[in-house]
């Protein structure tokens, strides 16, 4: 862990975890990630917490952090169930250096994430920096839905103005980033249409692969950060 600089945004940190029950409530899956990622940060920062909260970052009120939802390898299918398995992780990460060292030290010595009704016991916890990237070409594939929206109504990769306004968020992240935005936006494929709840209110998106022009250093943020909106509830986390 020493040899790994943090302000490398390519830096992601995944943290296995054994859940104490065998599915999760719908409700469970998305609906707690932002109290765990402020839960996180208040533990060994409060201000910063209490700042990206309630003020966003860089003067917007986007916040610069990605999360999962919590996913489990050779979970038992089952129709209408979020399933669990012993084999669990969920992934945090930020491309702004301040946060990610916070996450980092507040997941460091972590023997247990509450994550809505379920107890996730830690079993491991490391970081993960992907391949160096190079300007030009690239595709991306998210792991979670992407939720987009246009005028207050969610999108999905086949309707109308999804890659405008997919486009419009990356241009906004890569604005707060200070780096140059990608262009050439194309939807490779998309997953089916995905309906979660968090806080009450419906979230509507679709797992997408894409395909962009962009700069290498906002390719590597944008993997600590995620793809479209509600990133710190779990969505559009990159593969």
Known sequence: MEAVRLEDARVRIRVDVVPDMKSLRWEDVHGPARAVVYGLLESKDEALA????????????????????PMFLGAAP??????????????????????ASVLVAALAGREEIRWGQARLRVRGFALDVGPQASDG???????????????????LPWDEHYVERLEHNLAHKADILGLPAPSGLRVLDAGPRRRFTVSGAPRCGARVRV???????????????GLGLDTIQGFGWIR
């Not at 070409?137 to 999108?155: G, I, N, S, Y």
């Not at 390719?219 to 950060?225: G, L, Y």
Request: glycine share 8%; aromatic share 8%; proline share 5%.
């Open 50 to 69: 209490r700042s990206l909260h309630d003020e966003g970052w860089a003067g917007q009120l986007l916040k610069p952090v990605g999360v999962t939802s």
């Open 78 to 99: 089952k129709k209408g169930v979020y399933t669990t398995s012993s084999d669990g992780s969920v992934w945090f990460g930020s491309p702004v250096p301040e946060i």
């Open 137 to 155: 070409l690239v595709e991306m594939e998210t792991v979670t839905p992407v939720v987009v929206k246009h005028r207050d109504r969610a999108l």
């Open 211 to 225: 395909a962009m022009e962009a700069d290498a250093r906002f390719v590597e943020a944008i993997r600590s950060w």
